[in-house]
């Protein structure tokens, strides 16, 4: 069941099964017309029938969404491919982007790790157990790309993305000034006296 956090945000809990975290945290904003979802969960099904469960309950229908992705790891982005169509706008950032773009597999990472000394099939047998790898999504759709200090409108909020790296390139927060909330994807803890929305 979708909770709401502030007036027309909603979160909807998505689970991460055999994850210590549980669940990750995605953010509904309900606007006119046009709804904006940020995050998405693994490119699993379990995740899939929870997030498409909460927008069902909220009675917003995918082609209405626009979708924001905070960064670039499997539990935020590994179920874009199953919720985007041709004419959704998908919000990301550059630095996360460029990794895709020149993306050529783990078989460069292994080579590199192979040469300093690190046991190749060791190696092999971690990535292949990986969530990244396991639960990633299958294609990429065109993606808008936002930089630092951007803003997104929707409904009744305005927000400005906040460039964060260090949990990944280009993880980036957004902040509504007016309400004075930050949504913090990956980037910070969730302390509960602090209004911060975390992933």
């Not at 979802?37 to 997030?51: F, H, P, S, V, Y």
């Not at 979708?67 to 790891?73: D, E, G």
């Amino acid at each position: 069941m979708p909770e709401e956090i502030y007036p027309d945000l909603f979160r909807i809990k998505v689970p991460l099964p055999e994850s210590p975290l549980k669940y990750l945290n995605s953010y509904v904003i309900k606007g006119d017309g046009r709804n904006l979802l940020i995050d998405t969960g693994l490119n699993r099904e379990e995740c899939k029938q929870a997030l498409l469960g909460g927008l069902y309950q909220l009675n917003i229908d995918l082609s209405t969404i626009e979708i924001f992705i905070t960064h670039l790891h499997a539990d935020h982005f590994g179920l874009l491919a199953s919720l985007a169509g041709p004419d959704t706008i998908v919000y990301f950032n550059r630095p996360d982007a460029e990794i895709i773009e020149n993306w050529q597999g783990f078989e460069p990472m292994i080579r590199y790790a192979a040469i300093h000394g690190f046991p190749e099939e060791t190696l092999r047998t971690a990535i292949s157990q990986h969530p990244g790898y396991k639960y990633g999504t299958d294609w990429v759709p065109e993606m808008s790309i936002l930089n630092d200090k951007d803003r997104i409108d929707i409904g009744r909020y305005s927000f400005e993305c906040i460039e964060t790296p260090g949990h990944t390139q280009g993880h980036t927060c957004l902040y509504e000034p007016d309400k004075k909330f930050l949504i913090a994807g990956d980037h910070i803890r969730y302390y509960p006296e602090y209004p911060v929305l975390v992933g």
